[in-house]
């Protein structure tokens, strides 16, 4: 028989779709925060953005990593791939400082990084 049975090729292939599914929501960012709700759409992301969070105590961490509010900029230069078109998510908890988040915005910002965003959940509407 001189034909290619692709049988088994598509089931290990929706196996490990099905695998990837599953796990890719347990990729994210692993610091604990509180994120507010808002009515905004979901952005279509192409790349895995550098992710900056601020907990409600005002630690800042850049991906998982606690950093000192002064080394962000530092710390995000170095790991930037795209340099200042790098996309930037800042999470910030909802009972977190407004003033510490806009902070870490206004030094990411005066560094020269225009993709700057604020992530949210999706509102909850009540019908």
Do not use: C, H
């Not at 196996?15 to 925060?33: K, Y």
């Not at 800042?60 to 230069?77: G, M, R």
């Amino acid at each position: 028989m001189s034909e290619i049975n692709v049988t088994p090729f598509v089931d290990v292939m929706l196996v490990l779709l099905i695998i990837f599914m599953v796990a890719a929501p347990l990729l994210t960012v692993g610091v604990p925060i509180d994120l507010p709700e808002t009515q905004a759409n979901a952005l279509n992301s192409e790349t895995q953005p550098i992710t900056i969070s601020v907990n409600e105590q005002g630690q800042v961490f850049l991906q998982e990593t606690e950093v000192p509010i002064d080394e962000v900029v530092a710390k995000l230069e170095a790991i930037a791939r795209s340099g200042y078109d790098e996309r930037i998510y800042v999470r910030g908890d909802r009972s977190a400082d407004y003033g510490t988040v806009m902070r870490v915005m206004a030094r990411i910002s005066a560094a020269g990084y225009r993709r700057i965003g604020l992530v949210t959940l999706q509102e909850q509407t009540e019908r």
